[in-house]
């Protein structure tokens, strides 16, 4: 394909993206791979390169463009090399008019800037669009750190993670045998922590309420070594695909608990009173993880957090009666966002009597209300809010 050619198909998907973006349709990703499975005469260069345009777009641009003509022309504003590739000639972009700007460049959509700056600094902005590294955990149950590292001499351990190793950019480590054999899962190392702040140990009844596919899951499992009860539970499906995540992990018993959104109490019964931990990784906006995913920017509203905060405080009010005496709640969100974090911790101190703060047993992060706050720049991580509760009553 000529340089124009990938130029309109980085339109194409532009155009689809944000239409999907604006509908609550498909992620960019899924609509990618759709698009060439239909257009088989794209080679792998030409996938790459379209791709590269597709995310450079998305990423350069906080609040969704216009059109995806508009998102292609901002981004050949910043790449003179690009502005040649719109020659208006068969399947090319038209040239670009003088008084053609295209799509403004920005981090934070401007809906949002202010409540970003309420928890970071103007110089911890760009890390939360760079590339994400490839952080690996490793799982205790079937290798320790040292084996890991005999195989793959180009990882660096983490920086807080005991478990925590990064490997250079583009690793392909699902093709591994180590990854095969359970022996690491791929994991960002603020996900590590998040699992490390529930001091999960062997032994100990351990609900995680809000499970996903079970990435936390697993590493509640390696640090509890086999022994006590974990129980996973969601309300998406997804949770169904844990099962075999777990026996490949070598993760021997776990309940797994599909939730009705509506009846969740119900089903969660039997466990009141009876955890030493309950982890929430509560659903939220994930402006933590917009450097994975920066399409994310365009697809979050006013309404959507509404609607997010509120489940947030639902989940909290569900999980809180499993603890113990003296057990632990564990909330994290992967945001940045006070509201979804701090605030939403201090809305449920606010209201419910006999919970304790507790240290967090790592320094990454910095405090933040009840918890702390970790983000891409300071800490390397996704950014992510987590805070330990104890019941005292
Ligand atoms: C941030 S994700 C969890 C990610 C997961 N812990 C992991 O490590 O991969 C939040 C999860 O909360 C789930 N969720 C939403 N509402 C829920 C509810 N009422 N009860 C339990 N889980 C809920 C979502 O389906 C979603 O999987």
Same mark, same amino acid.
């Given at each position: ?191 590590? /922590?998040? *699992?490390? #702040?529930? !001091? @999960?140990?062997? +032994?100990?009844?351990?609900?995680? =309420?809000?499970? &996903? $596919? ?27 695909? /844990?099962? *075999?995540? #777990?026996? !490949? @992990?070598?993760? +021997?018993?776990?309940?797994?608990? =599909?939730?009705? &959104? $509506? ?33 994310? !920017? ?96």
């Amino acid at each position: 394909m000529t340089p124009g050619a990938r130029a309109q198909a980085a339109i194409e998907l532009l155009d689809e993206i944000i239409a999907a973006a604006k509908a609550g349709g498909a992620a960019a990703d899924t609509i990618i791979v759709r698009y060439f499975k239909t257009r088989r005469y794209a080679g792998s260069g030409d996938r790459r390169a379209i791709r590269e345009l597709v995310y450079g777009a998305i990423r350069r641009a906080g609040d969704c463009p216009v059109d995806g003509r508009a998102a292609l022309v901002g981004l050949a504003r910043e790449r003179p090399e690009l502005v040649a590739a719109f020659d208006g000639s068969r399947h090319c972009p038209a040239p670009i008019g003088e008084d053609e700007v295209g799509a403004e460049a920005s981090i934070i959509p401007q809906w949002l800037d202010n409540r970003v700056a309420a928890t970071l600094s103007a110089d911890e902005l760009p890390a939360l669009l760079e590339r994400a590294p490839l952080d690996l955990r490793v799982n205790r149950l079937k290798a320790t750190p040292e084996d890991v590292l005999a195989f793959l001499p180009e990882a660096r351990p983490g920086a807080f993670s005991p478990d925590a190793l990064r490997l250079p950019e583009g690793h392909p480590i699902e093709a591994s045998p180590l990854y095969a054999e359970g022996k690491v899962e791929v994991q960002d190392e603020g996900s590590q /922590l998040i *699992a490390l #702040a529930s !001091r @999960a140990a062997p +032994g100990m009844t351990v609900i995680d =309420l809000c499970a &996903g $596919a079970g990435g936390k899951t697993l590493a509640l499992a390696a640090m509890m070594g086999g022994e006590g009860r974990l129980i996973a539970c969601d309300v998406d499906r997804r949770l169904m695909r /844990l099962g *075999a995540r #777990a026996d !490949r @992990a070598g993760v +021997g018993s776990l309940d797994m608990r =599909l939730l009705d &959104g $509506a009846r969740e109490a119900e089903r969660l019964a039997d466990l009141a009173g009876a955890a030493d931990v309950v982890l929430i990784d509560a659903p939220c906006s994930g402006t933590g993880t917009w450097r994975r995913n920066p399409e994310a !920017r365009w697809r979050l509203t006013e309404a959507r957090l509404a609607r997010l905060t509120a489940l947030q405080a639902r989940v909290l009010e569900l999980g809180a009666p499993l603890v113990r005496l003296g057990g632990r709640l564990v909330y994290a969100t992967c945001s940045v966002l006070a509201e979804e974090g701090r605030d939403r911790v201090a809305a449920f101190l606010a209201s419910h009597a006999g919970w304790t703060v507790e240290e967090l047993p790592f320094t990454a992060g910095k405090a933040d209300g009840a918890g702390r706050l970790l983000n891409p720049a300071s800490d390397g991580t996704d950014g992510f809010f987590v805070a330990s509760l104890i019941r005292s009553c």
